[in-house]
């Protein structure tokens, strides 16, 4: 199975100020489809997850664009360029490169400080 | 507006089952993948199921193989999964998703992009 190591667990960020969220998997991520197979989740207090980012580096709708994703191969990062009080919850990465089975990262808690 | 809601959660005894459902709408379910996701208290996700749109594809999580299945109705807008032999650490939120996979290569492949709000199942005696 693929594993997925996101850091850090857990950051507390000011309003306004970025953060930034690595995720790094145990194989790559490039199919010979020519897309990588890497997703961003936000699950906010309470609420189920809604897809941020997929394939790596392309923003779902309405995702605001202070949201971006970037990386390659095993590397990925997702960074919030002015961090806002809505964007606390956990963040998690996930590849689907090859089911089964789709795993995901053990999750990122955002706090505000 | 695409919606997905979970139905069919409880408290049952070890060893016992359950049956979810997941009714879509807003959607063509026909066009789509369906999953099932779960989250036990206070940890993260865990991808169990996957089932593709006419059901020739049907994956689970080693964790759940051989005691539950998924299934879909697509005239009735609808996916289950029925639980037999629930254990302790079946304990969680179970989320369906929409799914938009790939097959190919020898693979298949994708991600979900809707989730519903989930139904809680609680396996204790």
């Known amino acids: 199975d693929i594993v997925m190591t996101q850091t850090p667990l857990s950051l507390s960020v000011t309003p306004g100020q970025p953060a930034s969220i690595s995720c790094k998997s145990s194989?790559?991520?490039?199919?010979?489809?020519?897309?990588?197979?890497l997703y961003w989740y936000l699950q906010k207090p309470g609420q189920s997850p809604q897809l941020l980012i997929y394939?790596?580096?392309s923003r779902f709708y309405g995702v605001p664009e202070r949201f971006s994703g970037s990386g390659s191969g095993t590397d990925f990062t997702l960074k919030i360029s002015r961090v806002e009080a809505e964007d606390v919850g956990v963040y998690y990465c996930m590849q689907g490169i090859h089911l089964p089975p789709i795993t995901f990262g053990q999750g990122t808690r955002l706090e505000i400080k | 507006e695409v919606q997905l809601v979970e139905s069919g959660g409880g408290l049952v005894k070890p060893g016992g089952s359950l049956r979810l459902s997941c009714a879509a709408s807003?959607?063509?379910?026909?066009?789509?993948?369906m999953n099932w996701v779960r989250q036990a208290p206070g940890k993260g996700l865990e991808w169990i199921s996957s089932?593709?749109?006419?059901?020739?594809?049907?994956y689970y999580a080693d964790s759940v193989k051989g005691r539950f299945t998924i299934s879909r109705d697509n005239a009735k807008s609808s996916l289950y999964l029925q639980m037999n032999s629930l254990r302790a650490e079946d304990t969680a939120v179970y989320y369906c998703?929409?799914?938009?996979?790939?097959?190919?290569?020898?693979?298949?492949?994708?991600?979900?992009?809707?989730w519903g709000k989930g139904t809680t199942v609680t396996v204790s005696s």
């Open positions: 807003g959607f063509t379910l026909t066009s789509y993948s």
């Open positions: 089932i593709s749109s006419s059901s020739s594809y049907i």
């Open positions: 998703a929409r799914g938009t996979y790939y097959y190919g290569s020898g693979t298949y492949r994708g991600y979900m992009d809707v």
């Open positions: 194989q790559s991520l490039l199919h010979s489809d020519g897309k990588t197979y």
């Open positions: 394939e790596a580096s």
